[in-house]
């Protein structure tokens, strides 16, 4: 990456804790990164008015107004395009995105979700890893492809399941990772530290102690 810092679009559709995490990330000095713009396909989400209070533009691109996928895609393509967008982030994005959205940012859509990736993918993944009665949870930033919560992992953080844990308790303690890890993801990604290789990802070998802790096990370290 050179010196200027790399713009982002942020896609929501909820509350928008996880860009409120990024917002304050990329107000410290030295983060690589800013949001250059938030869109939502809900008109009515408080992730809209985070982005007023930070001073970023703040969209609305709504499915229900749109005739097709299609046509949804492409208007949400045209507002990303006029923010000079680079990468994208999903942070409660409730919308899978084609892959011929997902061909116009190639390698530059990322996601988080609350789960171990890849298990417990799609909707309610805290309610999934309880009823499985798993002992560790978490979080998972990915490379987004067509599938659903399917792509290269990028990093994971975990948590442990608490007896007497019900899914918004054990859904509060995986927040306060998910907002710890996608700013940190969103670092390694935009300075070229992890990228895509194929269909796993290969992290350098100068990347930080701490970066690398919180990678996939699975990633491949290297020079570039």
Known sequence: MSGARARLGVLVSGSGSNLQALLDACAQEGFPAEVACVVSNVPTAFALERARKAGVAAVVVDHKAHAS?????????????AA???????????????????????GRVLNIHPSLLP???????????????????????????????TGPIIAQAAVPVLPGDDEKALGARILVEEH??????????????????????????????GELALRSPGATVGQQ
């Open 84 to 106: 000079n967008v680079e990468w994208v982030c999903l942070a409660g994005f409730m919308r899978l995105l084609s892959a011929d959205f997902l061909g116009h940012y190639a």
């Open 119 to 149: 298990a417990f993918p799609g909707l309610h993944a805290q309610r999934q890893a309880l009823e499985r009665g798993v002992k560790v949870a978490g979080c998972t930033v990915h490379f987004v492809d067509a599938g659903t919560d």
């Open 180 to 209: 710890r890890l996608y700013p940190l993801a969103v670092r390694l990604a935009v300075t070229g530290k992890v990228t895509l290789e194929g269909a796993r990802t290969r992290v350098e070998a100068q990347a930080t102690v």
């Open 69 to 81: 996928k299609a046509d949804f895609e492409k208007a949400l393509l045209e507002t990303l395009r």
